[in-house]
């Protein structure tokens, strides 16, 4: 999930939300404090097959038949290993549930300024905030995005407006969790541990999971604002839906591809990969991202058994979930992948 800058370093919006500004008649072109040019060449194409990202069929993945699990746990380690995004497909959550949940945060962004004041809060780990964000650290660019945060695990937070959001975050919450949950046992097996061995050492009874919904309203000129610079996200697993609006990229072999995937699928990132959302200038595209962390005192460090069996030493530092994400949330991370602040340094 893209941070959330949160520091003395912030300065108040101008507008309450990038939809108000949006929505405005008068606007036909960018501000210049929302001004973000990107490089027309920097862009991958959608339709490249060299170009789309690894698709995991998750019927396979949880199959009884030794085999077909099997396959599709190699397939998963490689998508992992080559990519570090991928889409799952067949994962049981219904379509339906997925729209609804995007339906639910679009009326939520669509309520009046006013009634969404109440979660403008500014710290971290709130349990529910919203805003528009934008980061003045560094570059001074304001982001064309509005977003909605809500924790959803350990503990389930929810929004008592608009009518039906709790329903059916607290479905949608506990339904990807179960998809994250196979996933990460895919992944702990495509790395020859056992299933729960991720699981078990991140304390995943305790995972911090958090909805964290954004709106980006059609822009009139795109190439020269951007809904999230590259960032990279800091949870463990973060499964992504979107409405029939494509706009995220992943930076893969020193390219920006556009995702471009099927509808109802989740759209998986797992490593420390760097992404970005675009925007467009013909409607407006609504994702939700559900990083899933570990709980937040448990420190995140590399595989003992895996460095032992590789005859390796440690690349990076450990530090629990919490403190990472408040450096992924602080100036010094913005731009560059959050991870690098942990290398061992003569490594
Ligand atoms: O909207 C998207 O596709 C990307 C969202 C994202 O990267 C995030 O919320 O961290
Ligand atoms: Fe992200």
Redo the contacts with the bound molecule.
């Keep these: 999930?893209?941070p959330t800058v949160t520091s003395v370093h912030e300065s108040e919006p101008k507008v309450a939300s990038i939809k108000t500004l949006a929505g405005s008649d008068a606007l036909t072109s960018v501000p210049s404090e929302y001004a973000y040019i990107m490089d027309p060449n920097d862009k991958g194409d959608a339709n490249d097959p060299e170009h789309s990202i690894p698709i995991i069929d998750f019927a396979l993945l949880t199959s009884a038949s030794p085999d077909e699990r099997a396959q599709m746990i190699q397939k998963l380690g490689k998508a992992c290993q080559e990519w570090g995004f991928f889409q799952v497909i067949n994962h049981g959550v219904p379509e339906s549930l997925m729209k609804q949940m995007i339906d639910a945060c679009q009326r939520f962004f669509e309520l009046p300024e006013v009634e969404k004041k109440e979660f403008h809060t500014k710290n971290l780990l709130d349990p529910i905030k919203c805003g528009t964000s934008f980061n003045v650290a560094i570059d001074k660019v304001r982001l064309w995005r509005d977003?909605l945060k809500v924790i959803a695990h350990p503990k389930f937070n929810s929004l008592y407006k608009p009518a039906g959001y709790s329903e059916v975050s607290l479905e949608f919450s506990k339904r990807t969790r179960a998809v994250a949950t196979e996933i990460l046992n895919g992944i702990s097996e495509s790395l020859g541990l056992e299933a729960d061995y991720i699981t078990k050492a991140m304390n995943w009874d305790r995972g911090c999971q958090i909805l964290?919904a954004?709106y980006?309203p059609a822009c009139p000129q795109p190439d020269l604002a951007i809904?999230?610079p590259p960032?990279t996200?800091h949870g463990l697993v973060?499964l992504?839906i979107?409405n029939d609006m494509c706009?995220?990229e992943v930076k893969h072999n020193d390219q920006w591809v556009l995702?471009n995937a099927a509808p109802g699928s989740f759209?998986v990132?797992y490593k420390s990969i760097w992404?970005?959302?675009t925007v467009n200038n013909t409607s407006t595209?609504i994702?939700i991202?559900v990083?899933h962390g570990p709980a937040l005192d448990t420190p995140a460090v590399p595989i003992p058994d895996l460095l032992e069996k590789e005859g390796e030493k440690a690349k990076y530092i450990g530090m629990t979930y919490e403190k990472f994400m408040e450096l992924q949330a602080s100036p010094a991370a913005y731009m560059m992948p959050c991870l690098d602040h942990l290398r061992v340094k003569d490594n």
């Design positions: 999930m893209a977003y964290a954004n980006y809904g999230i960032h996200d973060t992504l979107q706009g995220l995702v759209i990132n992404h970005r959302a595209r994702s991202a990083p």
